[in-house]
């Protein structure tokens, strides 16, 4: 369904839409956007559909207004989405705020591999500069993890999605939260135990202190590649192995992370919230204080070229790797009937402000058809598998696109790109590098995605139909992953050129790590399909 056939969106805006749904979900969509009278600044919008957003999510007008006021009030810092204008007329609210150009921080970082601990020192200060900042203007944001970190066009860290942040202090009088919201993961113990859930009344928590355990979660996550557990329960052994062995556990995670991070880590996840780190407590620390050549003293990047080197070259899939074994966490594959920590409130239910979430299978509303932008866009039919001489033109088309490095067995960047680069962006592109190129036809193809889905347990409610003369094919993904968080999306395969097609794995909802993981292990079942550089 065509966002007109919802509701068409309001005709008299303050500013002229420029772009294709860049984000989607249910009840919203995001669009860029640039002023009536100039091409720049371009920004990113989210529109917002009352009436879907109250009846589908419970989401109340009051809320909806919260979410921009909130993010108002934090005002300008270098680390956070700066927020620019609020409006709405009887079907829409709309949010207008800063464009985060360079996408998903943790889309360029390895699954289960993670990144040194240079890079990650500079994303961790950046992260705890926003979040210090956020505290000290009363706001605690509330649902801190990768889904919302994101980044700058020069590779900065940007916090987004302000649809959970609680105004904790107001005028020198503070109030404890009692609202259960957070991704499983990422959530400290104390949502679990002291919100309000049904008919029993939470105690309530410190939203600051909830930060500060989820930023301990993602420099984990940043050094590791994973979470250290599913979620803060005794569900999770990982998690009862911690608390049991008073933070000195065996798990192999943690026996790889650097010695000088394992103090900071076990000061900001003292289970106990009274005895847990400060941020001045993390700020004061020997490894938060160390020397960085990536990091200037005003907290931006000083190197990122060399920086986003490092982290484009640390992307790699080893097609030797099984990937139906059993990973780390959950079984290994994806699930549709997975339950959520809490079956009564799923707490990715509420609104994002950067990325709204994918309807369920009852309400799919497709805003406008997600376009593949590609440079190598033609409209010529598929010819099935080329000629040696087309080859020979397919690899020189392909030398400088950036998702083929991560099929190499020594992944780097292009030497033309090298010399060519000015920023941070020439060398980590900001369009996800979940992708392969393939020489296949497409009544191949599809089916050798959809047999690979089925492998991995994940549901394919109906196989796409390819017809003659057909270039493109969309195979939605709606499940969970191995951790039972939501994971929403589509695989598009698209003709870019004659006999080439590109199949391109897009998120709509879901941890960007656990997509990358995700889109590795189809990406290894399908590896005869894949154009590999030579």
Aim: with cysteine; charged share 20%.
């Amino acid at each position: 369904m065509h966002h007109s056939q919802l509701a068409p969106l309001p005709n008299d805006l303050p500013f002229r839409i420029v772009s294709k749904t860049i984000g989607q979900g249910a009840y919203a969509c995001i669009k860029k956007a640039c002023p009536l009278q100039s091409d720049n600044p371009v920004f990113a919008v989210k529109f917002i559909h009352k009436e879907y957003a109250s009846r589908h999510s419970k989401i109340t007008p009051r809320q909806m207004q919260l979410e921009a006021t909130v993010h108002k009030h934090i005002g300008q810092h270098n680390n956070i989405i700066s927020f620019f204008q609020t409006g709405e007329d009887s079907t829409w609210r709309w949010i207008a705020m800063e464009l985060a150009e360079g996408g998903d921080l943790f889309d360029k970082i390895e699954a289960d591999e993670g990144v040194g601990e240079d890079v990650a020192h500079v994303y961790f200060s950046q992260l705890v500069s926003a979040v210090g900042y956020m505290h000290s203007k009363g706001v605690g944001h509330r649902d801190i993890k990768p889904e919302n970190i994101l980044l700058s066009s020069d590779g900065n860290l940007k916090i987004a999605d302000f649809g959970l942040a609680a105004l904790f202090e107001y005028k020198g009088v503070t109030k404890l939260s009692t609202t259960f919201c957070g991704s499983p993961p990422y959530i400290a113990p104390e949502v679990i135990s002291c919100s309000t859930r049904g008919q029993i009344k939470g105690t309530g928590y410190r939203p600051d202190l909830v930060d500060i355990w989820s930023c301990g979660i993602v420099l984990f996550v940043l050094l590791a590649g994973n979470t250290p557990w599913d979620s803060p329960t005794n569900n999770s052994y990982e998690y009862h192995e911690y608390v049991s062995t008073n933070a000195r556990t065996t798990d192999e995670l943690w026996q790889k992370l650097p010695t000088a991070t394992l103090s900071l880590l076990r000061g900001m996840l003292k289970v106990d919230p009274a005895t847990r780190f400060s941020l001045e407590d993390v700020r004061r620390h020997p490894w938060f204080t160390r020397q960085n050549k990536y990091l200037s003293l005003d907290g931006r990047l000083r190197d990122p070229i060399n920086l986003a080197t490092t982290m484009f070259e640390s992307l790699h899939i080893d097609f030797s790797q099984d990937p139906l074994s059993r990973s780390r966490h959950g079984t290994g594959s994806w699930g549709s009937d997975a339950m959520s920590l809490d079956p009564a409130e799923d707490a990715g239910s509420r609104l994002s402000s950067t990325q709204p979430e994918m309807a369920g299978n009852d309400m799919l509303v497709d805003w406008d058809t997600y376009h593949v932008s590609s440079e190598y866009h033609s409209s010529t039919q598929p010819m099935g598998k080329p000629l040696v001489a087309h080859q020979s033109l397919l690899a020189e088309s392909l030398e400088d696109e950036p998702s083929m490095s991560q099929f190499s067995p020594h992944p780097s960047v292009p030497l033309s790109r090298t010399q060519k680069a000015q920023r941070f962006q020439d060398i980590v592109p900001s369009r996800p590098m979940t992708r392969f190129f393939s020489i296949w036809e497409l009544k191949l193809l599809v089916p050798l995605v959809c047999e690979a889905l089925h492998r991995l347990g994940v549901p394919v409610p109906s196989v796409p139909v390819v017809l003659a003369g057909d270039t493109s094919s969309t195979i939605r993904v709606l499940t969970k992953d191995g951790r039972l968080c939501t994971l929403h999306g589509k695989v598009v395969i698209e003709c870019v050129s004659e006999g080439l097609f590109e199949i391109e794995f897009l998120k709509t909802k879901g941890d960007p790590l656990e997509w990358r993981r995700f889109f590795k292990k189809v990406a290894i079942l399908c590896k005869e399909a894949i154009y590999k550089p030579s």
